[in-house]
């Protein structure tokens, strides 16, 4: 390879053009969605260390709220996108990168290894993520739909409604087959 080839193409005609900074963080909107992504996992971080769930036989409050507050936060990371594919992969997105991370946050918090069963921390931590995880799929599907939509308010409304049900039932129905 010549040095001429390792040069890209842009720069050997002339036109080279600064990139944008994806990440600027002086804009509410990053905000929105970074707070939109976390807002999960910060829920379970406050659960799990004030008040850890002891029993994994019945769904806690705080299990739908986590649940819900994925969903919401996703509908939230949604509706700062202007198109529909953007809105549809950043709810989507959102959603999966905080039920990750709230797995992970059970897992970290679990405190013993048991063998057969999980932890309680784990099982309510998965229960939350799975649920939350289906809300956001409801809700990037709602906000594909909406994305056109001129008001982010209007776009962030019917995602996190349809969502918020979803990872309601979702909760119920995991939880009691337990």
Do not use: Y
């Not at 600064?18 to 963080?25: F, G, H």
């Not at 804009?27 to 971080?45: C, E, K, S």
């Amino acid at each position: 390879m010549t040095d001429d080839e390792s040069v890209p193409i842009s720069v050997r005609l002339g036109e080279v053009v600064p990139p944008e900074d994806p990440e600027d963080w002086t804009r509410p909107l990053t905000w929105v969605a970074a707070l939109g992504m976390l807002a999960g996992p910060i829920l379970t971080l406050a659960w799990f260390i004030a008040a850890p769930p002891t029993d994994t036989s019945v769904a806690l409050p705080a299990t739908f709220m986590v649940a819900i507050a994925l969903t919401a936060g996703a509908a939230a990371t949604g509706a700062t996108q202007i198109g529909v594919a953007r809105a549809f992969t950043a709810t989507l997105g959102a959603g999966l990168f905080g039920a990750l991370v709230v797995i992970m946050l059970g897992v970290a918090t679990a405190g013993e290894r048991q063998v057969g069963t999980a932890s309680p921390t784990l099982a309510h931590a998965f229960v939350a993520a799975a649920s939350g995880l289906a809300g956001a799929a409801i809700g990037s599907v709602i906000a594909a739909v909406v994305a056109k939509l001129r008001s982010r308010i209007v776009r962030f409304f019917p995602a996190i409604l349809a969502g918020a049900a979803c990872a309601f039932v979702a909760v119920a129905a995991l939880m009691s087959g337990t």
